[in-house]
Nanobody, 121 residues
Framework: QVQLVESGGGLVQPGGSLRLSCAAS????????MSWYRQAPGKERELVAI????????NYANSVKGRFTISRDNTKNTAYLQMNSLKSEDTAVYYC??????????????WGQGTQVTVSS
């Protein structure tokens, strides 16, 4: 089956760090850009970061630049989101998404189930 399974979410204090993992299966992982989205209560979903198929190109939301790092290991079919200096406004459900196209999300994108990240003291 084609699927993405996120892990690594949880409760962390402000200023802390967390690393999310996304295990991919059922498709050729190295052929696709991977991304992380998040959705907080009462807010629209937001693209957090995206990484090209090779891992050479990345883009980040301005709100996370300098704090978050997206990466991937194509030998392990896994994408990661390293989150440092976490703030309360980072609290959201984080989703791993396989992008069908680099330029924009489409209905053909594949979404994981999501993992909750809560930043609170």
């Amino acid at each position: 089956q084609v699927q993405l399974v996120e892990s690594g979410g949880g409760l962390v204090q402000p200023g802390g760090s967390l690393r999310l993992s996304c295990a991919a299966s059922g498709f050729t992982f190295s052929n696709y850009a991977m991304s992380w989205y998040r959705q907080a209560p009462g807010k629209e979903r937001e693209l957090v970061a995206i990484i090209s198929a090779t891992g050479r190109n990345t883009n980040y939301a301005n709100s996370v630049k300098g704090r978050f790092t997206i990466s991937r290991d194509n030998t392990k079919n896994t994408a990661y989101l390293q989150m440092n200096s976490l703030k309360s406004e980072d609290t959201a459900v984080y989703y791993c998404v396989k992008r069908a196209a680099w330029v924009a999300p489409t209905r053909d994108d594949l979404w994981g189930q999501g993992t909750q990240v809560t930043v609170s003291s």
